[in-house]
């Protein structure tokens, strides 16, 4: 599914990644586990096309297809969908109007028509209610005012309506009470299906308590220094990231 060979990419002129390979078939979930500042979101910012990040060498494929030769909004259409380290507040713009426009653009990129208001709010009503969001949250001003736990089952919500190919988690753990999550566990463990893949990316073993990775990848100074399975989390949780910050 996902194809990444010898990735260099630079941010301001420094390069962050140093040749990462990685594979992530159809169907598993994978871990990128790693110490602060070892390109784990650039990794992530890279993927989804983000602005300022400027890929120098290597390859990243989809199903084959070049990611890299695609626009943001083009890779968004294929379903590669980035979850949010800090998700966004936006004042005035009420959540279901937010997903409903994140929705449509989506289905623009695909030259798919719009959604139909009561489609939409149908489809918003079933998922919100799988996730036991009470629906008049989705009326308020996205996240604004809202708990952590909160923003974070908005976020699944709005995964759950996009239903993406290749999902990448972000550090979505930080900060997050054990409730939450296992709110955000739970989410994930729901969009787990035989075509989609997943990439969770986190400093610490105990959201892979929760969802469990089919491997773990440990990310250190740009490259993918050792891989597993997740019995690699609890040495790394038990050990630290010293040895392998010694081996990059
Ligand atoms: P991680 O997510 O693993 O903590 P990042 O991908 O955020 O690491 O950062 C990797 C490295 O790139 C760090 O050394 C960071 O300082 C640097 N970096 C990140 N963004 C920028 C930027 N916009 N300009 C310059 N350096 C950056
Ligand atoms: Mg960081
Ligand atoms: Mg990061």
Do not use: C
Not at 30 to 45: D, E, F, Q, V, W
Not at 110 to 116: H, K, L
Request: zero cysteines; charged letters at 25%; proline letters at 4%.
């Amino acid at each position: 599914m996902l194809s990444i060979k010898n990735l260099h990419a630079s941010v301001g002129g420094t390069e962050i990644l140093k040749g990462l390979t990685l594979d992530v078939p159809a169907g598993e979930v994978h871990a990128i586990m790693g110490p602060n500042g070892a390109g784990k979101s650039t990794l992530s910012y890279v993927l989804t096309g983000r602005e300022g990040y400027e890929v120098t060498k290597g390859s990243a494929t989809l199903d084959g297809e070049d990611l890299l030769a695609l626009a943001a909004n083009e890779r968004a259409a294929r379903g590669v969908f980035l979850s949010f380290q800090y998700p966004l507040e936006i004042p005035g713009v009420p959540a279901l109007t937010f997903i409903r426009t994140a929705l449509n653009a989506q289905r623009k990129a695909r030259g798919e028509p719009e959604v139909a208001a009561p489609a939409f709010l149908k489809l918003a009503r079933e998922k919100a209610a799988a996730l036991k969001i009470d629906f008049d949250m989705l009326k308020r001003a996205l996240n604004v005012g809202f708990s952590g736990g909160e923003k974070k089952r908005m976020e699944i919500l709005q995964m759950a309506m996009l239903e993406p190919r290749f999902l990448i988690l972000d550090e979505t753990d930080s900060g997050l009470d054990i409730d939450a999550l296992k709110i955000v566990s739970e989410g994930v463990n729901a969009l787990r299906s035989p075509e989609r893949g997943m990439l969770v990316i986190t400093h610490y073993q105990r959201l892979l308590d929760h969802i469990r990775p089919d491997r773990v990848h440990v990310l250190s100074a740009g490259r993918i220094v050792a891989s597993g399975g997740p019995e690699l989390a609890l040495e790394l949780e038990r050990e630290g990231y010293d040895k392998y910050a010694r081996a990059a």
